[in-house]
């Protein structure tokens, strides 16, 4: 079955220091998530991405952040000067289509560890 | 504003017993809904999801209800398994995004 994979799986990084998370999203999907989950919260929207550009980004997505689909088949995050409150569960997401809404495929997160 | 949120933060059940996980939602517009499993150290996993055009959908042990009328969303198991404990979350579509619930943890004690 075909699944969102995400590397690292664990990034440690000294507060100001840029940081790039990897994913690759189910291969025949179009639209490409970012979330994140602070340890013991919920799961908070960042940004969504289609047709190589962002279609929605949350106000936690401010200009310290950009995403990117350098080829076919990778979606990044870029923090370019983390804080210590980006430490966080990073989770990516694909769906197939969007109208009506269409079921979103994790992946098993990036656990960034900002020092 | 628009929220997703749970009525209870933990639920303990007895292994082979059917657990309810309930969840409420407020924006009345709201047309899809979507219950994933989230394990410890790992990413949200989609267990069901249901439309606005139906009222219940079924699963393999898994059944979700959708009260529109009191925009209520549940998700039931039936005959729980150990293997079910982890995080509940539903999540709700909007437009380009899913507005996650604060999460139920599951926890089965044999």
């Known amino acids: 079955e075909p699944e969102v994979t995400q590397t690292p799986s664990h990034q440690v990084t000294q507060m100001g220091q840029e940081v790039i998370l990897r994913c690759v999203p189910i291969?025949?999907?179009?639209?490409f998530y970012w979330y994140r989950q602070i340890l013991g919260q919920k799961v908070e929207f960042l940004v969504s991405?289609?047709?190589?550009?962002?279609?929605?980004k949350s106000e936690i997505f401010d200009d310290q952040f950009s995403v990117e689909r350098p080829d076919g088949s990778n979606f990044t995050l870029k923090i370019r000067s983390t804080k210590l409150e980006d430490s966080a569960m990073y989770f990516c997401?694909?769906?197939?289509?969007?109208?009506?809404?269409?079921?979103?495929?994790f992946g098993p997160g990036t656990r960034l560890t900002v020092l | 504003g628009e929220s997703v949120g749970l009525h209870l933060p933990t639920l303990s059940v007895q292994e082979g017993d059917n657990s309810i996980i309930n969840c409420a939602y407020s924006n009345s517009a709201s047309d899809y809904f979507i219950w994933y499993k989230q394990e410890s150290g790992k990413g949200p996993q989609f267990i069901i999801d249901?439309?606005?055009?139906?009222d219940k959908r079924q699963g393999q042990r898994v059944t979700v209800l959708l009260n529109k009328t009191v925009k209520h969303l549940s998700l039931q198991i039936a005959a729980t398994q150990p293997g079910d404990s982890a995080v509940y979350f539903c999540a709700e579509d909007n437009t380009d995004k899913l507005i996650f619930g604060t999460g139920t943890r599951l926890q089965v004690f044999p």
């Open positions: 291969s025949n999907h179009l639209y």
């Open positions: 249901i439309r606005s055009n139906m």
């Open positions: 997401a694909s769906s197939e289509w969007r109208e009506g809404g269409d079921t979103q495929y």
């Open positions: 991405f289609y047709n190589n550009e962002i279609s929605e």
